[in-house]
């Protein structure tokens, strides 16, 4: 294939990539990504490709590698075409029957089916499991068509038209224009108009210009950006070079942290391709209008995902951040203006330029129009990654799409916004989900972590969790942020191991106050939020813990202990073989017993504890009942006990 | 001979701008750790200055100033998997092979580091050895996972 050089080359290459296809071609399509390939998704893939060969199907049955479609809980996932029948938890035993029932006799394989827990109901539409009902899939839904590494899949689905578009019907003022309209906010945490950026570095001096993704997400508990760039490369190519058009930049950097080695790889490819067509490079679609992108692996450090600090990075020094006066978007990489947007807005861009800004407007709350992807993880039945409209409410997410809190345990809390953010409680649960709702709610939207707590979650050890990764992630630049959060982490640290002292929650208070206010970088101004939320909502945790030497969810290990109950146990010998101390006395037919003096609390014996037993117990804030006395230990009847 | 292997490296970043860490990542995959040969041909080659190269590799996670082991063992301890007991499975593979994470074991074998998150969330706890990803951890399962490795 050539390159394309106008608007009417590319619709008549869509034209012959779909001429070329039989819509009622069967295939199969299985999703190959990060998530997935955990599962074991290879050997289902192998497996597909042997058994279709073994019945002499090839060229008659498609297999497409496609990317993520959120629902990493159900892997591995493939889905049939052309009736699109959506198969969860597939295992390589499972192929066999698929082709030969589904792929050719048109059968529906009901156990591979979504099975609603409550209804017991089988899901044959995706639109029929609850976890995709309640969403709005405008980014996503393309991951599951699109095979990541084949630009004509891309553009089979109208792909890049929004660039033609852009390029030969907009003026660069006109395409601004329509993003400041459209009223796109910045998806990577700050919520910063996106069109302000774009029009600042096009109104700077200075050239060359450059227009930069930022696939550092650096946030723990959030992959929306990696399931994004991974399964649907294009699209954040497709609006980066709208981006550039309308800020007048040719030269631009895909910033990925090594972290995503599937996500560089299929980037890297998709720049090829697009190159190949003449999408990108020089003279895109004969237009006169150049770019040329590269890629930056980030090596692995939180603070480099803030903007000053990634495009040091890009200048091939240490990624920290700089003093905010100075705007990135008049001196950035280099000194030069420079547009730093997040994966999931440059993605937003196709999306707006092809339907309009008044499309887009009418998705959403006044503040904060079309969708977001939120990386639902925790303590949820359904994890996954969730794309909804803003102003749904945290618990229509929680529940409706979430199914729940996982083993019917109780809700505690949600923490958004990554270790800027803050926890929300209960009472708050009936928030719309927007940028200044949750800011509101001391909280802060983030990229789109979400991660759910329930009663087994301590919120202190949360707190010096996330004091601990901002403490270890700290450049170390400003005092306030290097030694504030130290200290807090040392007074954490203290509270937990039942060494807390009144006057340490204010004392906490006070390093919030100073580390917000006197830090350079949001890193050390936002260090305070989880501590802030967690005092503000869980003051009684902290005070159990100070003042009763008692950890409420069970969880401070300096604070529990392990016990075995002699009215439950039933002398299986499972935790005294597990057991990685030699802790544990016991024999056939005699209740265990743990020795606490040599007790590590590892837990294993707890995990191990036959469910309908649970004999092992967690006991905090009061002493360990003494053991029975030899004699009492034995049991009389074997294997089971008189209740 | 590994003086080779740092050049034909090198060689690929001549007359480009910023290109350390691209580098340094590059090294970093090749040797499994950033040797101080390679650090010495850089400055000569290039003319950054050592100190610069040392604060670089020092600073970023992905690089390594000792030698690591054959196998890379990373615990994810992320927010999601956090929540699900990770630190129990850092405590786990730390009593199997008895070592600290940053650590190596004695025969070579495998080196343990932690990391902030893995971007598999949703399948937490998640372990990841050499590539490969393993999820829904429990400590039981880990002796089970490192045997398959030697």
Same mark, same amino acid.
């Given at each position: 294939m050539?390159?394309?050089?106008?608007?009417?080359d590319l619709?008549?290459?869509?034209?012959?990539?779909?001429?070329?296809?039989d819509?009622?071609?069967?295939?199969?399509a299985?999703?190959?990504?990060?998530?997935c390939?955990?599962?074991?998704v290879?050997g289902?893939?192998?497996?597909?490709?042997?058994?279709i060969?073994?019945?002499g199907?090839?060229?008659?049955?498609?297999?497409?590698?496609?990317?993520?479609?959120?629902?990493?809980?159900?892997?591995?996932r493939?889905?049939i075409?052309?009736?699109?029948?959506?198969?969860?938890?597939?295992?390589?035993t499972?192929?066999?029957?698929?082709?030969s029932?589904?792929?050719?006799?048109k059968?529906?394989?009901?156990?591979?089916?979504?099975?609603?827990?409550?209804?017991?109901?089988t899901?044959?539409?995706?639109?029929?499991?609850?976890?995709?009902?309640?969403?709005?899939r405008?980014?996503?839904?393309?991951?599951?068509?699109?095979?990541?590494?084949?630009?004509?899949?891309?553009i089979?689905? $109208?792909?890049? !038209? +929004? %660039?033609?578009? #852009?390029?030969?019907?907009?003026t660069? =003022?006109?395409?601004?224009?329509? @993003?400041?309209?459209?009223n796109?906010?910045?998806?990577g945490g700050?919520?910063?108009?996106?069109?302000?950026?774009?029009e600042?570095?096009?109104?700077?001096?200075?050239?060359?210009?450059?227009?930069?993704v930022?696939?550092d997400?650096?946030?723990?508990?959030?992959?929306?950006?990696?399931?994004l760039?991974?399964?649907?490369?294009?699209?954040?190519?497709?609006?980066?070079?709208?981006?550039?058009y309308?800020?007048?930049?040719?030269?631009?950097?895909?910033?990925?942290?090594?972290?995503?080695?599937?996500?560089v790889e299929?980037?890297?490819i998709?720049i090829?391709?697009?190159?190949?067509?003449?999408l990108?490079?020089?003279?895109?679609?004969?237009?006169?209008?150049?770019?040329?992108v590269?890629?930056?692996?980030?090596a692995?450090a939180f603070?480099? $995902?803030?903007s !000053? +600090? %990634?495009?040091t #990075?890009i200048?091939?020094?240490?990624? =920290?951040p700089r003093?905010?006066? @100075?705007?990135?978007?008049e001196?950035?990489?280099?000194?030069?203006?420079?547009?730093?947007?997040?994966?999931?807005t440059?993605?937003n861009?196709?999306?707006?330029?092809?339907n309009?800004?008044?499309?887009?407007?009418?998705?959403?709350?006044e503040g904060s129009k079309?969708?977001k992807?939120?990386?639902?993880?925790?303590?949820?039945?359904?994890?996954?990654?969730?794309e909804v409209?803003?102003?749904m409410?945290?618990?229509?997410?929680i529940?409706?799409?979430?199914?729940?809190?996982?083993?019917?345990k109780?809700?505690?809390?949600?923490q958004?916004g990554?270790?800027?953010?803050?926890?929300?409680?209960?009472q708050?649960?009936?928030?719309?989900?927007?940028?200044?709702v949750?800011?509101?709610?001391g909280s802060?939207m983030g990229?789109?972590?979400?991660v759910?707590?329930?009663?087994?979650?301590?919120m202190?050890?949360?707190?010096?969790y996330?004091?601990?990764?901002?403490?270890?992630?700290?450049?170390?630049?400003c005092l306030?942020c290097?030694?504030?959060?130290?200290q807090?982490?040392k007074?954490?640290?203290?509270?937990?191991?039942?060494?807390?002292?009144?006057?340490?929650?204010?004392?906490?208070g006070?390093?919030?106050?100073?580390?917000?206010?006197?830090?350079?970088?949001?890193l050390?101004?936002?260090?305070a939020?989880?501590?802030?939320?967690?005092?503000?909502?869980?003051?009684?945790?902290?005070?159990?813990h100070i003042?009763?030497?008692?950890?409420?969810?069970?969880?401070?290990?300096?604070?529990?202990?392990?016990?075995?109950?002699?009215?439950k146990?039933?002398?299986?010998?499972?935790?005294?073989?597990n057991?990685?101390?030699?802790?544990?006395?016991?024999?056939k037919?005699?209740?265990h017993?743990?020795?606490?003096?040599k007790?590590?609390?590892?837990?294993?014996?707890?995990d191990?504890?036959?469910?309908?037993?649970?004999?092992?117990?967690?006991?905090?804030?009061?002493?360990v009942?003494l053991?029975?006395?030899?004699e009492?230990?034995l049991i009389?009847?074997?294997?089971?006990r008189?209740? | 001979?590994?003086?080779?292997?740092?050049?034909?490296?090198?060689?690929?970043?001549?007359?480009?701008?910023?290109?350390?860490?691209?580098?340094?990542?590059?090294?970093?995959?090749?040797?499994?750790?950033?040797?101080?040969e390679?650090?010495?041909?850089?400055?000569e080659?290039?003319?950054?200055?050592v100190?610069?190269?040392?604060?670089?590799?020092?600073?970023?996670?992905?690089?390594?100033?000792?030698?690591?082991?054959?196998h890379l063992?990373?615990?994810?301890?992320?927010?999601?998997?956090y929540?699900r007991?990770?630190?129990?499975i850092?405590?786990?593979?730390?009593?199997?092979?008895?070592?600290?994470?940053?650590?190596?074991?004695?025969?070579?074998?495998?080196?343990?580091?932690?990391?902030?998150c893995?971007?598999?969330?949703?399948?937490?706890?998640?372990?990841?050895?050499?590539?490969?990803?393993?999820?829904?951890?429990?400590?039981a399962?880990?002796?089970?996972?490192?045997?398959?490795?030697?």
């Open positions: 050539e390159q394309l050089k106008s608007p009417s619709e008549r290459f869509r034209k012959d990539i779909l001429a070329k296809r819509p009622k071609r069967p295939a199969v299985v999703c190959v990504s990060t998530g390939e955990a599962l074991g290879k289902v893939l192998i497996a597909f490709g042997e058994e060969k073994r019945q199907l090839e060229g008659k049955i498609g297999v497409k590698e496609t990317g993520c479609l959120g629902f990493c809980e159900k892997g591995p493939v889905v075409y052309p009736e699109e029948i959506y198969y969860f938890r597939v295992k390589s499972d192929v066999p029957e698929i082709v029932k589904t792929l050719i006799s059968e529906i394989v009901e156990r591979l089916l979504y099975i609603d827990p409550v209804t017991a109901k899901a044959k539409r995706l639109s029929e499991v609850p976890f995709y009902k309640y969403q709005n405008l980014l996503l839904d393309n991951n599951a068509k699109i095979d990541p590494k084949k630009i004509e899949d891309y089979a689905l $109208g792909g890049y !038209s +929004a %660039l033609a578009k #852009a390029i030969f019907q907009m660069p =003022e006109q395409v601004v224009e329509e @993003v400041k309209r459209a796109l906010r910045g998806r700050g919520g910063f108009p996106t069109y302000r950026k774009w600042s570095t096009r109104d700077a001096l200075g050239e060359p210009k450059y227009v930069i930022n696939c997400e650096g946030d723990p508990g959030a992959f929306m950006n990696r399931a760039m991974e399964g649907n490369p294009h699209c954040i190519l497709e609006g980066l070079v709208i981006g550039a309308a800020i007048g930049s040719h030269e631009g950097f895909v910033y990925v942290r090594q972290e995503y080695p599937l996500a299929n980037m890297g998709a090829r391709q697009a190159e190949k067509y003449g990108l490079g020089k003279d895109i679609l004969g237009s006169g209008f150049d770019l040329k590269k890629i930056h692996r980030g692995g603070v480099s $995902g803030e !000053s +600090a %990634l495009m #990075a200048e091939g020094r240490v990624g =920290e003093p905010k006066y @100075v705007h990135t978007s001196k950035g990489v280099w000194d030069k203006p420079s547009a730093l947007n997040n994966v999931e440059w993605a861009i196709p999306l707006i330029i092809n309009g800004a008044e499309w887009f407007g009418s998705i959403g709350t079309g969708t992807i939120f990386s639902l993880v925790g303590k949820v039945n359904n994890t996954g990654l969730v409209p803003f102003g409410s945290l618990r229509d997410i529940y409706k799409i979430g199914g729940g809190i996982r083993g019917g109780k809700f505690k809390a949600v958004t990554g270790p800027s953010g803050g926890v929300i409680p209960e708050y649960l009936d928030s719309p989900v927007d940028f200044d949750l800011t509101k709610l802060i990229s789109g972590g979400m759910v707590m329930d009663e087994d979650t301590c202190v050890d949360v707190a010096r996330f004091v601990n990764f901002l403490c270890d992630e700290s450049c170390g630049k306030p290097r030694e504030g959060l130290k807090a982490r007074i954490l640290n203290d509270i937990v191991a039942g060494k807390g002292k009144e006057g340490d929650i204010e004392k906490l006070e390093i919030a106050d100073v580390t917000s206010v006197a830090s350079l970088c949001a050390g101004q936002t260090a939020n989880p501590m802030l939320t967690t005092i503000r909502h869980f003051r009684n945790e902290y005070e159990a003042k009763e030497k008692r950890c409420p969810a069970l969880v401070c290990k300096e604070l529990i202990s392990y016990y075995i109950n002699p009215e146990c039933n002398a299986c010998m499972l935790c005294f073989r057991c990685p101390a030699s802790a544990i006395t016991g024999e037919m005699k209740i017993v743990i020795d606490q003096s007790c590590t609390k590892c837990g294993t014996c707890y191990v504890c036959p469910p309908n037993f649970r004999a092992v117990q967690r006991i905090s804030g009061e002493p009942p053991p029975l006395p030899e009492g230990r009389k009847k074997s294997g089971k008189q209740e | 001979m590994i003086m080779d292997r740092i050049d034909d490296i090198i060689n690929k970043y001549i007359n480009e701008e910023g290109v350390l860490i691209q580098l340094l990542l590059d090294i970093q995959r090749e040797f499994n750790w950033i040797p101080k390679a650090i010495t041909r850089i400055n080659r290039l003319q950054i200055p100190s610069q190269i040392y604060r670089v590799a020092s600073f970023y996670k992905a690089l390594s100033l000792k030698p690591r082991g054959r063992i990373r615990v994810c301890l992320g927010t999601a998997c929540v007991d990770s630190p129990r850092l405590d786990s593979v730390e009593r199997k092979l008895d070592i600290k994470a940053g650590d190596t074991t004695s025969d070579g074998k495998f080196t343990l580091e932690t990391v902030n893995l971007g598999c969330c949703a399948l937490g706890p998640v372990v990841e050895i050499d590539g490969q990803y393993y999820g829904r951890l429990s400590s399962n880990i002796a089970k996972m490192l045997s398959s490795y030697n």
